[in-house]
């Protein structure tokens, strides 16, 4: 609607321009061009009075009052071509204002434009082209030369290069082998290759995304903040030094004089223009973030907070162990194992499959018991795979590690123990969020307080606050002192959905993060990189450097005009032309922030 709004406005005033121009040059009547140009005029004036007025009442200074003060002013005094440029100025600076944040909003608009619609589906070593919701887990699915991958998935057959630019940012293709990852939404290059679904569409990576995008558009960004801290003072200075340039001239001209080369367009435009800006440039380096306010936070944030599992560590089990019962091999147990537990849905599945994703068996009569395991019939034997007393009747000795056990025929054969890894750019992230400006690191994990400690200590974390729960986790966040204000929280999984919220920023790891987590964060970050929070840190650190900047460049240029209009030397015609000299700068100036990616690549640890 104010897009509309500002549309029409703009158009209105062109019109009354046209017709203006046309009654005064061309058929010499002046007076009715000063009557429809202060009628016209005053009409805007008013409402954008009303909307200030609305403004107020909401808390926040309305910074448009400077722009009416001038329109009527040179309205009074019968600088009306003054008045009509002042008004050309402001609901041409609004259409602007909402040109520039689409063109800073496009990158998030391609996400749309290639969503994935079909699968081919390999069942009995034949295709079948199926819509995308009908792909389930465990799937086998053939992507093609060129197509857009329809889910997130695992290569168990074929090597090829995908372009995962439009989800993560990464200009490059990447390279992928059997075994490797793929991500739904990304292009696959020259090469086709089959798969196994590791996620529905619904729950895959683009959708997800998708959901993201929209969720963004969707939140208002409130930018008044940082120009509330300049607007109070700069209407005041306009004001004073107006008054005065009018009580020594004499002449109330001087005072439309002064106020007309007094742009608000500084604290109008120049906030919200950068940090959509930095919207943008943040989306296309894999990062979401929701609103412009979480830019403003994020660039004075003192404190973060990180979970461990999924976060600090990589989030994904991987396997460290295999011990085989006599009669046995490793790869034999890892194999039924992962035969068994390639359909399921459970966290190991995947971490299972991924070893050996080319040499999995053949199950049938699958049957999963949710907490305790999975049954299936492989080879013409019952495999069970999961807890000691679900595989076998038989006591089995157990180890304190994340392990699947294995039987064949209530035979025990062996285990499949996991363990996590501390992501290897964990260390360089804390250390460049010191130097950025954090003034404590903690972690805030659910795990006993040896392990945490331990993982803290290596990647240089100051404060470590273990066997926490949810809600526990949540009055962590609560009790961090004033002067370690703002809180970012970084997490991954449904659990910390909820401190996610409370932090005054909550940034998901959405990789492979729960959609609970994306959903409740102001920020989320696309790409498998811890990496990316500090990325974040730093391109927010630049949006608002660029929008002070281009704040304070344009009350600098005012000032100076206004102080030059204060001894007539200014004609308020010409005064009001000028106006759009200092749009103009301000405007380009916070187009800077779209910028700088050759910084944040020098900023980001290597992988």
């Known amino acids: 609607m104010n897009k509309l709004t500002n549309n029409m406005r703009l158009i209105g005033v062109l019109a009354v321009a046209a017709i203006a121009l046309i009654l005064q040059f061309v058929f010499g009547l002046p007076l009715y061009s000063q009557i429809i140009i202060s009628s016209v005029g005053s009409l805007i004036a008013l409402l954008m009075f009303i909307d200030m007025v609305k403004t107020l009442k909401s808390g926040k200074f309305g910074v448009d009052l400077l722009a009416i003060t001038a329109v009527i002013a040179t309205i009074a005094v019968g600088e009306y071509w003054a008045a009509l440029i002042v008004l050309l100025m402001l609901t041409g600076g609004d259409a602007l204002e909402d040109y520039a944040a689409n063109k800073a909003n496009s990158e998030l608009q391609s996400l749309l434009e290639n969503s994935p619609q079909s699968a081919h589906l390999l069942k009995d070593d034949s295709i079948i082209d199926v819509k995308i919701d009908q792909v389930k887990v465990g799937d086998r699915v053939v992507v093609k030369p060129g197509e857009v991958i329809p889910v997130d998935g695992t290569i168990t057959e074929g090597t090829t290069t995908v372009d995962e630019s439009s989800l993560t940012g990464e200009s490059r293709p990447i390279d992928k082998v059997t075994g490797g990852t793929v991500m739904s939404g990304s292009i696959n290059g020259d090469s086709s290759f089959d798969m196994i679904a590791d996620k529905t569409a619904n729950e895959s990576q683009y959708q997800n995304i998708i959901r993201l995008v929209k969720q963004a558009e969707s939140t208002p960004a409130h930018f008044v903040r940082m120009a509330d801290k300049y607007a109070v003072p700069f209407t005041l200075m306009a004001y004073v030094i107006a008054g005065i340039a009018w009580y020594l001239a004499g002449d109330p001209v001087r005072f439309a004089e002064v106020l007309v080369v007094a742009s608000p367009c500084p604290l109008i435009l120049a906030a919200p223009i950068a940090l959509v800006s930095g919207m943008s440039r943040a989306s296309r380096n894999g990062i979401i973030v929701k609103s412009g306010t979480i830019i403003e936070k994020l660039s004075n944030a ?4 990180f979970d461990k599992t999924g976060t600090i560590t990589k989030g994904h089990l991987t396997v460290s162990k295999i011990y085989a019962a006599e009669g046995y091999t490793r790869e034999q147990v890892l194999s039924l194992a992962a035969g068994a537990e390639q359909q399921s849905s459970h966290i190991l599945a995947r971490s299972l499959v991924s070893p050996i994703p080319d040499r999995i068996p053949t199950a049938t009569n699958v049957v999963e018991t949710t907490a305790e395991g999975v049954q299936a019939t492989i080879n013409g034997q019952t495999v069970k795979v999961g807890k000691a007393a679900f595989v076998s009747p038989d006591p089995i000795k157990t180890i304190d590690q994340t392990t699947v056990y294995v039987s064949v025929n209530d035979k025990y054969v062996g285990y499949v123990a996991f363990s996590d890894q501390v992501r290897p750019e964990a260390k360089s992230v804390m250390d460049s969020l010191h130097e950025q400006g954090a003034t404590q690191i903690m972690m805030i994990s659910g795990d006993q307080l040896p392990i945490a400690s331990e993982i803290a200590d290596r990647v240089g974390i100051d404060k470590v606050y273990a066997e926490r729960l949810p809600e526990e986790k949540i009055e962590v966040l609560k009790e ?115 910028g700088g990616d050759k910084k944040e690549a020098d900023l980001v640890p290597a992988q």
Do not use: Y
């Open 302 to 305: 003192k404190t973060f907070a």
């Open 480 to 594: 961090v002192e004033k002067k370690h204000r703002p809180v970012v929280m970084v997490g991954d999984g449904v659990n910390d959905a909820p401190s996610l919220a409370t932090a005054d920023v909550g940034i998901a790891m959405g990789a492979h993060g729960a959609t609970a987590a994306s959903e409740s964060a102001d920020a989320v970050v696309l790409k498998d990189d811890l990496g990316l929070v500090s990325k974040a840190v730093q391109i927010s650190d630049d949006t608002m450097r660029v929008a002070k900047e281009s704040v304070l460049i344009g009350i600098a240029i005012c000032t100076i005009l206004m102080l030059i209009a204060s001894f007539g030397i200014i004609p308020a015609i010409f005064g009001a032309m000028l106006q759009e000299v200092v749009d103009t700068v301000t405007i380009l100036w916070a187009l800077r922030a779209r």
